[in-house]
T-cell receptor, first 111, second 114 residues
Framework: QKEVEQNSGPLSVPEGAIASLNCTYSDRGSQSFFWYRQYSGKSPELIMSIYSNGDKEDGRFTAQLNKASQYVSLLIRDSQPSDSATYLCASYTNTGNQFYFGTGTSLTVIP | GAGVSQSPSNKVTEKGKDVELRCDPISGHTALYWYRQSLGQGLEFLIYFQGNSAPDKSGLPSDRFSAERTGGSVSTLTIQRTQQEDSAVYLC????????????FGPGTRLTVT
């Protein structure tokens, strides 16, 4: 079982819709969770971090964390074609200072 | 401020040659990570440095791979006797452990072994 699992997609949404990206993790000791966006041919770019249960909003992005269910999600409101990218979910645990990345979900926003 | 920088951005080498890849982390960041990403694949963890502690080398795929971090700052990843399967993008990331653990990535070095 992988530490962090994501649906590889591809996920397609029309422009203006809400894109919902999901991630589960296996280590209950994980403390911090991150979402990265990676455009084709580019390196990952941090877009959201979340540490506590609940929602965290930043502009059009909302990260949601449910530690009881070991579930992290990213909502992108008013999706734009420029949001088309692969989104990587990551977790951090201070046991061994381990970072774990999912394999990413490919998102396409259709104009 | 300045982000993570890596050099070279591209490297083409012949099979069997040694290569060195360099990473300059964000100033003040105590942790430095190396990853490898093959085309269309996820991130593969290679090695992790934290301050002056012994590095976590658990992700290095073979003894041809080694890395060092001098003065707690710049890091060099060395691949000896390169093989075609070493072709990938090598990514470096740094973070400030003890604050947010957020990792920031450099632009990567694209290595092609011919």
């Amino acid at each position: 079982q992988k530490e962090v699992e994501q649906n590889s997609g591809p996920l397609s949404v029309p422009e203006g819709a809400i894109a919902s990206l999901n991630c589960t993790y296996s280590d209950r000791g994980s403390q911090s969770f991150f979402w990265y966006r990676q455009y084709s041919g580019k390196s990952p770019e941090l877009i959201m971090s979340i540490y506590s249960n609940g929602d965290k909003e930043d502009g059009r992005f909302t990260a949601q964390l449910n530690k009881a269910s070991q579930y992290v999600s990213l909502l992108i409101r008013d999706s734009q074609p420029s949001d088309s990218a692969t989104y990587l979910c990551a977790s951090y645990t201070n046991t061994g200072n381990q970072f774990y990345f999912g394999t990413g979900t490919s998102l396409t926003v259709i104009p | 401020g300045a982000g993570v920088s890596q050099s070279p951005s591209n490297k083409v080498t012949e099979k069997g040659k040694d290569v060195e890849l360099r990473c300059d982390p964000i100033s003040g960041h105590t942790a430095l990570y190396w990853y490898r990403q093959s085309l269309g694949q996820g991130l593969e963890f290679l090695i992790y440095f934290q301050g002056n502690s012994a590095p976590d080398k658990s992700g290095l795929p073979s003894d041809r791979f080694s890395a060092e971090r001098t003065g707690g700052s710049v890091s060099t990843l060395t691949i000896q006797r390169t093989q075609q399967e070493d072709s990938a993008v090598y990514l470096c990331a740094s973070s400030f452990q003890g604050r947010s653990y957020e990792q920031y990535f450099g632009p990567g070095t694209r290595l092609t072994v011919t």
